[in-house]
Nanobody, 117 residues
Framework: QVQLVESGGGSVQAGGSLRLSCAASGYTYSSYCMGWFRQVPGKERDWISTSTTAGTTRYVDSVKGRFTISRDNAKNTLYLQMSSLKPEDTAMYYC???????????WGQGTQVTVSS
């Protein structure tokens, strides 16, 4: 059974930093793409970043230069380093794992990030 568990969320002031972690189990983590999404109440879940098995990374424009996705395959853990946080980054953050088709199929329970001005 695949399980993704996020941690590291919290409350910070604008300009601060947080590092989110996503620990994977029951899943050959290193074989699939992984990503981060976020969602605010009443809105759809938005994609933020992807880490592919080829080592490439992609970001939505709004976080480029501020967020960094990384993965530690030995620890089956995905990270999202967030810097220069803004109030508009406030959201529930979810990690997700792809299936063999490259479709995001597995989801964590989310971790809340709140950025105050």
């Amino acid at each position: 059974q695949v399980q993704l568990v996020e941690s590291g969320g919290g409350s910070v002031q604008a300009g601060g930093s947080l590092r989110l972690s996503c620990a994977a189990s029951g899943y050959t983590y290193s074989s699939y793409c992984m990503g981060w999404f976020r969602q605010v109440p009443g809105k759809e879940r938005d994609w933020i970043s992807t880490s592919t098995t080829a080592g490439t990374t992609r970001y939505v424009d709004s976080v480029k230069g501020r967020f960094t996705i990384s993965r530690d395959n030995a620890k089956n853990t995905l990270y999202l380093q967030m810097s220069s946080l803004k109030p508009e980054d406030t959201a529930m953050y979810y990690c997700a794992g792809c299936d063999a088709s490259g479709v995001y199929r597995y989801w964590g329970q989310g971790t809340q990030v709140t950025v105050s001005s």
